[in-house]
């Protein structure tokens, strides 16, 4: 599908105006199209020009402009080119669409677990052109009237409200991105908050597990309505606010107003953490800070995707910390979020906040990484310290006015902040969000008669302006905070001159800036004994996160990491620092670490995890976070073993069905359990999200045959959906497994581009990832890349992928050496 290139958008919203579209859908025919019908009324500011717009049917069976027929064998591609404009003009196409299985157009699931159909829209970033004709880009919004023929039995709702019919009350202006329905035997659960009708929505195999939870998801979606428009003094825009759990999901979530869509693996259907309970959390309130951020005002292009993720990002975290039971939401942030920013932000392809420029479509999609996101958000969460909260949103009142539902840029939004603050906000922007990479903030000490001389804050990187706070810290208890703003490259601290010396000099205490944090020499011999005892959640994630990037940067060992792990880990009691820690333990072991020396890091890895699993309260969180470890660390075969048929399970751990899986995939990959495990589970388990674990055991098989299977999937099978695919993908490859898997080194590079041009960008962006040998740490292997990145024929994508999986085994291949 041909990309739309930011100077067409240009032009092309220069020449039009959409006022509206009505859209007919008949989704009642078989099983691999249905049929779609739209009229499109716009303007043209000149008489006589041409344009076009896009489609990309199974079938194009008509089109009129104006009355006139258009030559359907014009169509190229997904462009139909549109001649001889009026001053108002009224497009009518018909067309037979095809459903999809990648998640994006119109997508068509059949549940395993009880045969029923279920079909859901994702218009995101330029699908609505799956769905029907229109001019696909985010600038050109406008209001949206759909009709929808479905079968006897089934609930259809989308972005308006239902009249009755199939028919749904015009939309407010929206963008084509925005556009979605779900249509199925859905189950439905009602509520409503001030004037806002509510409803959650999800399959009915998952009934009984979203109604155990819907008081939980009301109760977070009304306190986060409340605090918003408190916030904004703008109300909900929208009228009701629709949350559907949908499968096969490609994103977390999709903002569409009206009808937000949300990866049915929200839906929990075995025991969770408090940590994954959070991240729910955060995700509701993200999307809802969309509703304004994104759908009220819209950016006009993808070079100001910040002002859509971003914003969402901040927002997110910041209300569900305020305004719900997860006062936390910080300290994962910190701990989790912003690690991705860091590390996209030291990649070869990092890129500004807020890029000068977005060529195309295609390229927009690169850029929903931890920069928009993580970056982004610390960033405005910087900027919220600087002027504060009354001038912050002052601003954002203001710019919601000048721009409801209608589209904005960062002029747009610099303008208005500046107004509301009294500052000039140009010259923050180009240091913040104009500048691509990551500042380092060291400290710098001298003392004399145990007291400090001096103490500066030493700035390497861009170097940008930071407020943050310096913690002195005896022991585990906080002395004093220091508010600090560092300036160029060596700031003073000129409070601490004549302070008796502390334990711990920790810089950025509180996380309130973007940067990498190096402690002095005290201060980091000091660490280890004082991390496990720090009331300050936020604190002891800066210290975590100080470790785990300076063994990333190849500053300190994986050692240091492992015995911090083993030191502080058991001693932790929030469930999201653990899942935190040892997710990026594990990831940095697995490719840091050669197979011999991996394997033996694994061990007190494992050791600190059943010691926390032996002291954590039976039936909590923290017990399940620790099992949850356990299970990826461990080798003893016999003892996962055991669990698995219920023998020496700790008390109050239950081996509910995920955590069967999750036992039976580390079996797998350990070469301790066969294909006959694996079709047990699933025989008890038919289910989707049975379905995507099976292909991911079955891809982890240490079997020559199996592995054959798997990456034929990966690389050619277009039949099977996204989730199954990329669940293949993510399998494949195991640190156990190198020999078994060496010749597909080669293959990879070999067979990728084919395969991702098979797939939609999002897909073939995601299976290119989670396939790549992120574990053959070698010479070759980065060579192989080199050779595939010389060709000029790659998709943006899978160029992307290669570029910054290659970084990381450049690190690799330096850690180990």
Not at 214 to 233: N, S, V, Y
Not at 473 to 484: Q, T, W
Not at 583 to 590: A, E, N, R, S, W
Not at 598 to 615: K, N, Y
Request: hydrophobic share 45%; with cysteine; net charge negative.
């Amino acid at each position: 599908m041909r990309s739309l290139t930011r100077a067409e958008a240009a032009e092309r919203a220069e020449l039009l105006t959409v006022e509206s579209y009505d859209v007919e859908l008949d989704v009642t025919g078989g099983p691999e199209r249905f049929g779609s019908a739209v009229t499109v009324r716009f303007r043209s500011a000149r008489a006589g020009a041409e344009t076009f717009a896009e489609i990309k049917p199974a079938e194009l069976r008509s089109a009129t402009l104006n009355g006139r027929p258009l030559d359907v064998s014009t169509l190229i591609d997904n462009r139909l080119p549109l001649t001889d404009l009026a001053e108002f003009n009224e497009l009518v196409v018909e067309a037979e669409m095809a459903y999809s299985n990648t998640g994006e157009g119109l997508h068509r699931f059949v549940d395993p677990a009880d045969g029923e159909t279920y079909l859901y829209a994702m218009s995101f970033l330029d699908h609505a052109q799956r769905i029907f004709a229109c001019f696909d880009q985010p600038d050109l919004k406008a209001l949206l009237t759909l009709s929808v023929r479905a079968p006897e039995g089934w609930l259809v709702a989308a972005n308006g409200a239902d009249e009755g019919d199939g028919r749904f009350a015009p939309t407010p202006p929206l963008a084509t991105y925005f556009v979605s329905l779900v249509a199925g035997p859905y189950h439905v659960r009602h509520d409503e908050h001030d004037g806002i009708p509510l409803r959650l929505l999800c399959r009915r195999s998952l009934a009984a597990h979203l109604d155990k939870d819907a008081d939980e998801l009301f109760e977070i979606t009304k306190a986060c309505f409340d605090r918003f428009h408190e916030l904004f003094g703008v109300r909900y825009p929208f009228g009701k606010y629709d949350q559907a759990f949908v499968p096969e999901f490609n994103a977390g979530a999709m903002e569409n107003p009206g009808l937000v869509t949300f990866r049915d693996d929200y839906i929990f259907r075995s025991a969770v953490t408090e940590g994954d309970r959070e991240w729910r959390a955060v995700v509701i309130a993200h999307e809802m800070a969309h509703q304004w951020f994104g759908d009220l005002v819209t950016m006009r292009w993808w070079d100001d995707l910040w002002l859509n993720e971003s914003f969402a990002e901040y927002l997110g975290v910041r209300v569900t910390a305020e305004s719900t039971r997860f006062d936390r939401a910080w300290t994962t942030f910190g701990l989790r979020r912003k690690a991705s920013g860091y590390i996209a932000d030291q990649r070869p392809s990092t890129h500004p906040v807020a890029p000068d420029e977005v060529v195309d479509a295609a390229h927009g999609l690169l850029n929903f990484d931890g920069i928009s996101y993580a970056k982004g958000a610390s960033v405005l969460r910087q900027l919220v310290a600087s002027l504060g909260d009354e001038a912050f949103f002052a601003g954002l009142r203001a710019h919601f006015a000048a721009h409801r539902f209608g589209n904005a840029t960062l002029a747009d939004l610099l303008a208005v902040l500046s107004e509301a603050s009294g500052r000039d906000l140009r010259g923050w922007a180009d240091l913040w969000l104009r500048r691509a990479g990551v500042d380092t903030l060291r400290t710098d000490v001298t003392t004399v008669d145990r007291r400090y001389e001096s103490v500066h804050i030493v700035q390497t990187g861009a170097p940008r302006p930071h407020r943050m706070g310096v913690g002195v810290y005896d022991g585990p208890v906080l002395r004093r905070l220091v508010p600090v703003d560092v300036e160029g490259e060596r700031t003073e601290v000129a409070e601490l001159a004549g302070e008796p010396i502390a334990d711990l000099l920790l810089v950025n205490s509180g996380d309130l800036t973007f940067a990498k944090v190096r402690l002095d020499a005290a201060s980091a011999a000091a660490a280890p004994g004082i991390l496990p005892a720090l009331d300050d959640s936020l604190d002891r994630a800066v210290l975590w996160s100080t470790t785990v990037d300076s063994v990333r940067d190849g500053e300190s060992p994986p050692a240091d990491l492992v015995a911090l792990v083993v030191t502080a880990l058991p001693l932790e009691t929030e469930p999201l620092m653990v899942e935190g820690v040892l997710g990026m333990t594990g990831d940095l072991l697995d490719r840091y670490l050669d197979p011999a020396r991996r394997e033996i890091a694994l061990q007190p890895v494992a050791m600190a995890c059943d010691r926390l699993l032996g002291s954590a309260p039976p039936g909590g969180s923290l017990q399940l976070a620790a099992a949850r470890g356990l299970i990826e660390a461990s080798t003893d075969t016999r003892r996962l073993a055991g669990w698995l048929k219920g023998r020496h399970v700790p008390e109050g751990l239950r081996i509910d069905t995920d955590l069967r899986w999750a036992l039976c995939y580390r079996l797998v990959v350990l070469g301790a359990a066969y294909p006959d495990l694996i079709e047990a589970e699933l025989a008890n388990d038919r289910s989707a999200t049975g379905e995507q674990w099976a292909a991911r055991c079955w891809a982890a098989l240490p079997d020559a045959s199996a592995k054959e299977r798997a990456w034929r999937v990966v690389i050619e099978d277009t039949t099977l959906s996204n989730r199954l695919v990329e669940a293949h993908a993510e399998g494949f490859w195991q640190p156990e497994q190198a020999d078994l898997t060496e010749s597909y080194v080669d293959r990879y590079f070999a067979d990728m581009p084919a395969a991702a041009r098979l797939r939609t960008p999002w897909v073939a962006d995601r299976v290119a990832k989670s396939a790549f040998p992120r574990y053959a740490v070698a010479a070759s292997t980065r060579e192989a890349a080199a050779t595939l990145l010389a060709r000029d024929d790659l998709e943006p994508g899978l160029r992307r992928v290669v570029i910054d999986l290659d970084d990381d085994l450049r690190r690799a291949l330096a850690a180990r050496g």
